[in-house]
């Protein structure tokens, strides 16, 4: 609900000083979208007798392999768990390192470290916040074993640039496209661009089991290692041991973990599949609104996606001008709060968290592209049940807020 005549003329009192909210009610930055379908797939699930690992994982891999153009698909239980079971399958280890992008969530750094690699932060491009090619080209050592780049908000990275600097060299590429299922770079699926691609199903992703993921690749020597890894490191179907056609035995070939998928979450995944489609369209509909309407405020920055490729749109984020306004970034969050507007920040940047800061001894001046992105960023709300009006409010409360601080 928008009180929308005053925000318009410019006369709203902001929330904090005891006007009306843009919003009634509190609209969250995400939030997914479970139908019928999933809830039907569930109860089959449950009613089953088979909850864990089984048919409907299985069908989910295969689907998302096809969406992805590869041959092979592995679902987890995250996105975290295939980044570090990629890593392992392509034997990165202790002597290796391992470049990724310093504009990503920590799980991405945090799987580098756990195969007892060196994590190698670099700098990202302005206009997308992706690995910048030429920091990646730089950060080269002949220890390089993956270069880990990061499809930020759903964007592909630029994977020709990544590829013609990686393939001379014998460097793989892992794709983290923890959020950028059904993007495409140049007319080829996310997941078909890099050696692995992991992707997420956690709650607020385009697609969501709740929590969940896959890894995906061609090689099948590679998924083979990743499924082994995935389950205990047991032989190959173990998962199907207590089927009629199972058998007992099993050999456990490698020290693996316990990352997979269960039939019930899976089950939720078949169910999102089948409207993924929808869900993306009205995605690109709502951006398409987003940037209509932010035209219009000068104070704020918004991304757009590069030519030549699909975005998946998975966060949708801002960035405040901090020139053309009196308040810093957080003031301008706890105002959209006040309006009723959910936000977050996508992200914090890996440099900046006392762990990685303190032990790859990672300098902000390393990193000035990140830093500056980072002082501006809002990331604000975008999903597929929001409606045109939940954005025209989104707008409403960052113009209000905007044009109450201008300078
Ligand atoms: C860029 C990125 N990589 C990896 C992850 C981890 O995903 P998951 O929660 O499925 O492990 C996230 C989660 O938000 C992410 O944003």
Known sequence: MTNSDDVTRGTATLASQGGAPVRKDYLPIAVP???????????????????TTGPKTQELA???????????????????????????????????????????????????EH???????????????NMDPRAVEAAITPRTKVVLSVDYGGQPCDYDALHAICDPRGIAIVDDAAHALGAAWRGRPVGSLAKVTAFSFYATKNLSTGEGGAAVTDDEEVADRIRLLSLHGMSRDAWKRYTATGSWYYEVVAPGWKYNLSDVLAAIGLGQLDRFDEFQRIRGELVARYQANLAAVPEVGFMRAREGLTHAWHLFPIAV?????????????????????????????????????????????????????????????????????????????VAKIARAFRR
């Open 115 to 129: 195969c007892g690699a060196k994590p190698v932060l670099v700098d990202v491009e302005p206009d997308t916040l």
């Open 33 to 51: 979208w479970i139908g019928e379908r999933e809830k039907q797939l569930v109860l089959d699930a449950l009613e089953s007798g088979w909850i």
């Open 321 to 397: 001008d901090l020139d053309a306004v009196t308040i810093d970034r957080a003031r301008f969050i706890d105002e959209l709060r006040s309006e009723n507007i959910g936000t977050s920040v996508h992200f914090i940047p890996i440099h900046r968290h006392p762990h990685f800061r303190d032990s790859l001894n990672a300098k902000p001046e390393q990193f000035p592209v990140a830093e500056h992105a980072y002082a501006r960023a809002i990331t604000l709300p975008l999903f597929p049940r929001m409606s045109a009006a939940d954005v025209d409010d989104v707008c409403a409360a």
């Open 62 to 112: 295969a689907r998302i392999a096809a969406m992805a153009g590869v041959k092979h698909a592995v679902a987890v239980n995250s996105a975290t768990g295939a980044l570090h079971l990629a890593l392992e399958a392509l034997g990165v280890g202790p002597e290796h390192e391992v470049i990724t992008s310093t504009w990503t969530f920590a799980a991405t750094v945090n799987v580098i």
